[in-house]
């Protein structure tokens, strides 16, 4: 008995080693490195703050974005610079720009009736809220499923709605950036999505962002955290609409008290981008970080804020945000090779959310889990092997148990 009792033993060591040999290869290889705190952070931590050369001016924090600008709203002073000129794709924070036309060009009460062709212009994967063909929508609703939701399909659909085509919206976009002083900028599409002709920086999303604050109706619809479409006679459901800036959000890690909101951004090419408005004791500040991998894209720009609202800058030292940079000649960035394997955050291109990255939809880098076919077979056989051998000891027991019953009769 003894003997049996131990070599059981043995064939279930085998058994739970082979499992969880199939675990480990299922977990351990399909787990993407992402820049936290145990790792090396990127080599754009170490890249120069402009601002730090500034005479008498506080040094500015280390951001893992490759590029960050803050500024002061209310002086329009760039408190911080870092690669600010330097062209990027901007992702959702595309979306900025389009709602501050669609504002200024339209009512709250316009109609705004999706075509094929909005619905058909989008990536099947993209954020959306379901519009239908033919459906109606107000603008005001558009511009909060622009700027909560990051609905790709409601920017075609209004672009038609006020230029009559989604490329004569887009030439509007490209007349409103130059007319704000953007110098290195160019818009393919009203939504983001990855575009090589589609790129700013983040000294000109700064421009436009500021623009959009001055604009009342637009501070309403960015500081809002939740929004409701009513059903319509092709979608019979209430749309629910959330916020997915989580700065502005009191339930989660990155909540920054005075962030007023702003808009998320990720795509593959983009990786993570963030523009965030922030007010503490009378004071205003913008912050803008392109090119942010994960839960950097808050943390980032929480140092920033920090780092404003702290800090005492000398009078007259800084450059002004309407101040007309020095065009640059920087190419339009190939997307790296590790932001293939990130999922979105569930925010607006193929994010979010990350952000939530538009997971980005952006929280404290959840790693995804995907399982390799040689981990499933190892699993598989081990499975199948366990089943063999417990179907082989019960016909055992069974056997004995007869042999038990014919010895006493």
């Given amino acids: 008995m003894k ?5 059981g033993m043995h064939i279930r060591k085998i058994l739970c080693s082979a499992l969880a040999l199939g675990l480990a290869a299922a977990i351990v290889p399909a787990c993407p490195v992402y820049a ?24 500015g924090p280390a951001i893992y974005a490759e590029s960050g600008i ?29 709602t501050l036309i669609a504002i200024e060009s339209s009512a709250p009460e316009d109609p705004v009736t999706f075509s094929q062709t909005a619905l058909d212009s989008i990536e099947w994967d993209s954020s959306n809220i379901g519009c239908r063909l033919n459906e109606t929508l107000t603008m005001e609703q558009c511009w909060y499923a ?11 659909g209004v672009a038609e709605q006020i230029a009559g085509s989604i490329d004569a919206f887009v030439d509007l976009m490209n007349q409103k950036a130059a007319e704000l002083g953007c110098t290195n900028t160019h818009f393919a599409n009203p939504n983001g999505l990855p575009d090589e002709n589609h790129y700013t920086t983040a000294h000109d999303m700064a421009l436009i962002a500021n ?21 319509t006679s092709q979608y019979t459901e209430t749309r629910y609409l959330y916020n997915h800036h989580k700065m502005m959000q009191p339930d989660t890690e990155y909540y920054y008290e005075g962030c007023l909101g702003g808009k998320t951004g990720y795509t593959e090419a983009a990786l993570n981008t963030l523009v965030t408005f922030a007010s503490r004791s009378e004071k205003t500040l913008l912050c803008v970080t392109m090119r942010t991998q994960g839960r950097q894209v808050y943390t980032d720009t ?23 940079p020095t065009p640059t000649e920087t190419p339009v960035p190939e997307p790296s090779a590790d932001a293939a394997d990130r999922s979105s955050d569930g ?63």
Avoid: H
């Fill in 302 to 324: 929480a140092s920033l804020f920090d780092y404003g609202f702290s800090q005492t800058f000398p009078d007259g030292e800084a450059a002004l945000l309407n101040g007309t």
């Fill in 146 to 156: 622009m700027m909560l939701n990051s609905a790709n399909e409601v920017c075609c």
């Fill in 211 to 231: 623009a959009a604050y001055e604009n009342e109706t637009f501070r309403q619809v960015f500081t809002t955290r939740q929004y409701e479409i009513p059903p």
């Fill in 36 to 59: 936290t705190d145990s790792t090396e952070p990127p080599a754009a931590y170490y890249e120069a703050v402009q601002t730090d050369s500034l005479a008498d001016w506080p040094q």
């Fill in 70 to 98: 803050l500024v002061d709203l209310d002086t329009q002073e760039i408190l911080y610079s870092k690669n600010i000129d330097k062209q990027l794709y901007p992702a959702s924070i595309t979306k900025i720009m389009t």
């Fill in 347 to 409: 925010d607006g291109d193929i994010d979010s959310a990350p952000a939530d990255p538009e997971t980005a939809e952006q929280k404290t880098a959840s790693l995804p889990v995907r399982i390799p076919l040689t981990a499933v077979f190892v699993i598989a056989l081990g499975l199948l092997l366990f089943r063999i051998c417990s179907g082989i000891r019960r016909r055992k027991k069974k056997r004995r148990r007869r042999r038990r019953k014919s010895g006493r009769t």
């Fill in 3 to 7: 003997t049996k009792f131990l070599r």
